[in-house]
Every structure is written in C-alpha cells, then in structure tokens.
C-alpha cells in the first residue's frame, strides 16, 4: 500500500516557524522526487518546494525562508519554515514523481498526501 503522510502542522505566529514531515511507504522512495503544495481557501493549489536526488527547487515566495530537506534512510521529506506570514497559511501537502518535472508542471503526480493544516496567525 503506497502512503505519503504529512504531519508537523499547527498554529504559529507570524515570524515563527514549523517543520513538516512527510513520511512514505509503499514504494522506492529513492527513485522519486518529492514535491510540497499548498492549498488555502478558495485558492490554487500551489507549488513550494520540490526535492529529487540531486536538486532542490522553491516558489519565489518562499525561496530564503523554507527550506527542502530528505532522509532516505527513514523515507522521509522535510520542509523547514522560517520567518512565517499570514499569507503562508494553508493545507501543505506532499506529493511524489517520478522526476522534478512532474512535480514542478503538476503533471503525472503518482502519489498525494492528505495534507497538514498550517494556521498563521498576525
């Protein structure tokens, strides 16, 4: 059974920051690049963070504050989040593909999380 599990959510001040995990099983996580999107209300699902063997890619909104992170050996991505702000808050979810392409156009995406609440808070 493949399973990406976010957790680390929660409610934060604006300058604070949270760590988000994103735990998988189910397939060769190594193979994979893992990707971080978000989703407020009423709004796009939108791009964060993604992390593949060898690269890591940011939005422009977060690049300097977030930071993209994985530990093969626990098969697990880590998304660090510094300086938060309001417009920060959303559903984070994680998401794998087969390359960092796919997870930077939003196409094929293999496998979807079920997503961690971010609340900040001004």
């Known amino acids: 059974e493949v399973q990406l599990v976010e957790s680390g959510g929660g409610l934060v001040q604006a300058g604070g920051s949270l760590r988000l995990s994103c735990a998988a099983s189910g397939f060769t996580f190594d193979d994979y690049a893992i990707g971080w999107f978000r989703q407020a209300p009423g709004k796009e699902r939108e791009r964060v963070s993604c992390i593949s063997s060898s690269s890591t890619y940011y939005a422009y909104s977060v690049k300097g504050r977030f930071t993209i992170s994985r530990d093969n050996a626990k098969n697990t991505v880590y998304l660090q989040m510094n300086s938060l702000k309001p417009e920060d808050a959303a559903v984070y979810y994680c998401?794998?593909?087969?390359?960092?392409?796919?997870?930077?156009?939003?196409?094929?995406?293999?496998?979807w999380g079920q997503g961690t609440q971010v609340t900040v808070s001004s």
């Open positions: 998401a794998a593909a087969l390359t960092p392409w796919a997870i930077w156009t939003m196409r094929t995406i293999d496998y």
